[in-house]
């Protein structure tokens, strides 16, 4: 049978390292995703998943057993990401950003596809780029995660209400920019 | 009923409407808030094509292995956890006790860190990896001391004094590779010393002893400020460094031969 998070934590928090491999392979996935889709980039996923993983081992002592792993994780994976998509603001001025699509594999669409997919895809991540921190992780939660706003706001440590107005705003914005794409789409 | 507003269209869209019928048949009846809830619809379906790289069944296995070796030992752990609470803060007390001495014995036995900027300025290349060794030093102990006070825990107010002596001769240290690094172009190194500094003042001029509430707020700033994962990210990319330039150096001396 297989044991659950809060029973696997239990033993990690004994300094079982093998129980915390479990949570790794259980959750690395799911972690990875939703660092991509905050910082838009494979390697600051990568790097975020790393980190959050090995913060949550050092904190483990602070997780309170009646919460969810899975959700105190993913607020561990978004304050990292956090601080990723702050630093990459510093560097920006720097170094162009990566477009987080050209290294994936190709579904040999035709030319017209890639120049329209392509501008499509740049002009959503303009538009996700756009949204505040706060906006950009309630709403990744939200839509991509699939959290009901109570859990978003907990997640992000705050009231519901806030995490509400945070996604108002983000599919507001979002809404707006993406407008002229959309009606093209149709 | 009144048209619905962008709000309840959002929460109608992710289910969360509290009145999900009646927001269905006013659907159904109003024009104006089917076109701006297609509008919404629409604009998130666009937002949903953004791909996303997947990773394969093998990748928590993957990432197992790139942390496995940097995982802080939780030394001693399986026994500390499992004592009465007040013989566990009488081990944590003998750990720290332990923890002061070998700080002490490694204060005695470094290098001092002006030594090490006043051979970086004399010869910038063989300097450049002295720098680099003993910034990736510094970097380790300023990390040890900011570790230990997130991870600090106290029914009551905690003395930080200890930590706080430490803070102060990482100070002095940290202006002195700061201006090194500024001196020699290294702009993240200086950035990111630039904000340990401030974080280890603030560390020096706090009170000896942390409330609890005064202790989560410096945990909560640590975190905030992310500043644990900027050393870390900075530490491993001067091992790199250094590890670069031992290998290069026997090339170039072999070749001199």
Known sequence: MELTDSAIVTKARLGDADAFRVLVERHGRPLFRLAFRMTGNQQDAEDVVQESFLRAWRQLGRFDDRASFGTWLYRIATNCSLDVMRSRKRRSADAQVEDPVLSLPSGDPTPERVAMSGEVRERVAEAMDELSAAERTAFVLRHFEGMRIEEVGRALGCQPGAAKHSVFRAVRKLRRALEPVASGAR | ?257
């Not at chain 2, 001495?101 to 002006?114: D, E």
């Not at chain 2, 230990?148 to 107010?157: K, V």
């Not at chain 2, 100070?171 to 702009?187: C, F, K, P, W």
């Open chain 2, 1 to 257: 009923m009144n048209h619905l507003s962008e709000e309840q269209l959002i929460l109608h869209y992710y289910d969360e409407e509290e009145d999900a019928l009646a927001a269905e048949r006013h659907l159904g009846e109003c024009e104006a808030c089917r076109a701006l809830y297609g509008s919404l619809q629409r604009a998130l379906n666009v937002v949903d094509s953004l791909p996303v790289p997947e990773p394969g069944a093998e990748y928590g296995e993957q990432v197992w292995r790139r942390i496995e070796h940097r995982l802080p030992a939780r030394r001693g752990a399986r026994w500390v956890w499992a004592l009465p609470a007040p013989w566990r803060w009488a081990a944590a007390g003998a750990a720290f006790a332990a923890l002061l001495v070998a700080a002490f014995l490694a204060g005695r036995f470094y290098p001092h860190p002006r030594q090490a900027a006043q051979l970086a300025a004399a010869d910038p290349q063989a300097g450049e990896r002295i720098l680099l060794v003993a910034v990736g030093d510094y970097l380790e102990r300023s990390q040890m001391v900011l570790i230990e006070l997130a991870n600090a825990r106290s029914p009551g107010s905690l003395d930080i004094s200890a930590e706080q002596e430490r803070a102060v001769d990482l100070v002095s240290e940290n202006r002195l590779y700061r201006q090194t690094a500024g001196h020699t172009g290294d702009a993240a190194v200086a950035s990111v010393l630039d904000e340990l500094e401030r974080v280890l003042l603030d560390i020096t001029h706090a009170p000896s002893r942390l409330s609890p509430g005064e202790l989560d707020k410096l945990r909560q700033r640590l975190e905030a400020e992310g500043i644990l994962f900027k050393i870390r990210v900075l530490g491993s990319n001067v091992r790199n460094q250094e590890e670069k330039g031992s290998e290069v150096a026997p090339r170039a001396a072999g070749q001199k031969l």
